[in-house]
């Protein structure tokens, strides 16, 4: 809170300094009457400057909601289940432990969108909030040789960003690329400890993101297909099972016999689906609209087309999600 405080003074100071032709002894008149005027609105400082206040921080329901439905396409269970779990979570005034999500499904089907809106829904400032943490196994755990560094690394940053805003948010990407044993080193933070050290964990969101489980998500939805039943109706417990057994029982993935799966640590496997020609289309338009272009269903359909789909005789998964359309697109407007 002071620091906050401490903060909007600095700021004001700042601005004032490089402003000309203003001369110093006014500034510091002004700052002074800042200063006073804080002390008598002490809460209007948390608007200018971003603190672990509600102010900043609180779940717009809504926004997750409409966000998860016009944006995330053709993941209805993935977006039922985190909007579900989400808003659980963040309404639970006394939770007995962190959030754990971990997000599972073939390449560009949308998990860093969907980490993104979870974001975009809790944090004002969406991914550019200081109490966002981004973590990507490739960039940042890199070398075999140093896992022991990074654990400890790792732990200590996990603890002292929770000690600093304990509504604190980690995503922990390429999870299926992440060396085994490291994420085992943050485990006593997931589990359900009144705190540790004097550093409560509970209000804490930790997600991971991994292809772990792809395969065999895609296997039932082709099931499915095969049946002749409708996408939609895909549930949690068609996938769930799917996703556990082949995380675990992977050996290159960060998960490998994690005590965190061990030890039912995480609250809820997220499937995301493969996507479907029509899915890719929708990319396709929406990235135009990004774009300020006029939305061309032509065009889209066009590059949708030439896209890579699997199974070869039946081409119903784009192969690569939508994760090629923006760049794709260039070559058909
Ligand atoms: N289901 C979806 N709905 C809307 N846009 C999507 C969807 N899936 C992917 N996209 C878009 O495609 C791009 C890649 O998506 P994203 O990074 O979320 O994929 P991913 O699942 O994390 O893939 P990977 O496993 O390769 O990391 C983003 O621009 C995203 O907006
Ligand atoms: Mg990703």
Known sequence: ?????????????????????????????????????????PNLIYYFHECCRPEWISLNKTHLEVALNKELFGQH??????????TGYMQNPNPKKPLVLSLHG?????????????????YHKGMESGFVHLFTATAHFQHQKHLETYKEQLQMWVKGNVTKCPRSMFIFDEMDKMQPGLIDSIKPYLDYYDNLDGVSYRQAIFIFLSNAGGEKIAEVALNFWNAGQEREEIELKDLEMAITLSVFNNKQSG??????????LVDVYVPFLPL??????????????????????????????DLNYFPKEHRLFATQGCKVISSRLDYYI
């Open 77 to 86: 269970v993935a977006s039922r289940v985190v909007l579900k779990t989400v």
């Open 1 to 41: 809170m002071k620091l906050c405080s401490a903060l909007g003074v600095w700021m004001f100071f700042n601005v004032a300094a490089a402003m000309e032709p203003i001369s110093t002894s006014i500034a510091v008149g002004m700052a002074a009457a800042l200063t006073g005027f804080l002390a008598s609105y």
């Open 255 to 264: 998960f490998w016999h994690a005590t965190l799966i061990d030890k039912h």
């Open 276 to 305: 479907e020609q029509k899915h890719v289309v929708q990319c396709g338009l929406a990235e135009m609209v990004a774009r300020k272009m006029k939305p061309d269903k032509e065009v889209v359909e066009r590059m949708a087309q």
């Open 106 to 122: 073939w390449t560009g089907t949308g998990k860093n969108l969907m980490s993104q809106l979870i974001a975009e829904s809790i």
